[in-house]
C-alpha cells in the first residue's frame, strides 16, 4: 500500500514562531488532506489540497503532486495550535500519517 | 450543518460484552468511513460505504466487528464479544464525492 511519511515526529514553539511540517508520500495520489487533532482529539480538516497552494489565516498548505510531497506552514504560532497534525492521502482509501506533534508554549 | 455525529461519546463495557457504535453523517455526503485509532497502529481505515454500500471491509480485524449502513443517514459498527484489545477510539468519517473528508468526534471505546 501506499507509504505516508511526516516529519517532525515532534516539534516545540514558542508562541509567535513559524513553522514547516513536511509529508511525504510513496506514490501518485487522487487527494491530501491536512488535518489537526487537538487535545480534546477531534479531528480537524485543515486543507483538502491534492495539488497547488492554499491559505486559511495563519495557515497554509502546499501540495507538489508531482514530487509526491506537501508542507504545511503555520505562521505566528498560537498556543491553540498545539496538537497533532496529519497528512492523509487517498488513492483508493484514506491512509494517514504517524503525525506531527506539536507544542507551542506562551 | 451539525457534522458527522457520533454516538456515544464514551463507552465503557466488559470483555464479552456487546457494543454498537452509531454514526449520522452529513446530509449529502455519499460516502461513509469508519476509523480506529490506537498509540500503536495510529488511524487505521476499517471500512467505507459508497451510497450505502460497503466497499471495502478489508481493515476489519476479524469476525468480530461488523458495519451496516441501512439508509443513507445512519451507520453502526457493532463489535460481539468485545476484547480488551479493541479499546480505542473509533471515528467516523464522511464525504461528497470530490472533496474532502469530515471526521466526527469519535467514540473511545474502553473494554475492561
Known amino acids: 500500500g501506499i507509504q505516508v511519511e511526516q516529519s517532525p515526529p515532534d516539534l516545540i514553539l514558542q508562541e509567535g514562531a513559524n513553522s514547516t511540517l513536511r509529508c511525504n508520500f510513496s506514490d501518485s495520489v487522487n487527494n491530501l488532506q491536512w488535518f489537526h487533532q487537538n487535545p480534546w482529539g477531534q479531528l480537524i480538516n485543515l486543507f483538502y489540497i491534492p495539488s497547488g497552494t492554499k491559505q486559511n489565516g495563519r495557515l497554509s498548505a502546499t501540495t507538489v503532486a508531482t514530487e509526491r510531497y506537501s508542507l504545511l506552514y503555520i505562521s505566528s504560532s498560537q498556543t491553540t495550535d498545539s496538537g497533532v497534525y496529519f497528512c492523509?492521502?487517498?488513492?483508493?482509501?484514506?491512509?494517514f500519517g504517524q503525525g506531527t506533534i506539536l507544542t507551542v508554549h506562551p | 450543518d451539525a457534522g458527522v455525529i457520533q454516538s456515544p461519546r464514551h463507552e465503557v463495557t466488559e470483555m464479552g460484552q456487546e457494543v454498537t457504535l452509531r454514526c449520522k453523517p452529513i446530509?449529502?455526503?455519499?460516502?461513509l468511513f469508519w476509523y480506529r485509532q490506537t498509540m500503536m497502529r495510529g488511524l487505521e481505515l476499517l471500512i467505507y460505504f459508497n451510497n450505502n454500500v460497503p466497499i471495502d471491509d478489508s481493515g476489519m480485524p476479524e469476525d468480530r466487528f461488523s458495519a451496516k449502513m441501512p439508509n443513507a443517514s445512519f451507520s453502526t459498527l457493532k463489535i460481539q464479544p468485545s476484547e480488551p484489545r479493541d479499546s480505542a477510539v473509533y471515528f467516523c468519517a464522511s464525504r461528497r464525492q470530490g472533496e474532502g473528508y469530515t471526521f466526527g468526534s469519535g467514540t473511545r471505546l474502553t473494554v475492561v
Open positions: 492523509a492521502v487517498e488513492y483508493g482509501k484514506l491512509t
Open positions: 446530509s449529502g455526503h455519499n460516502s
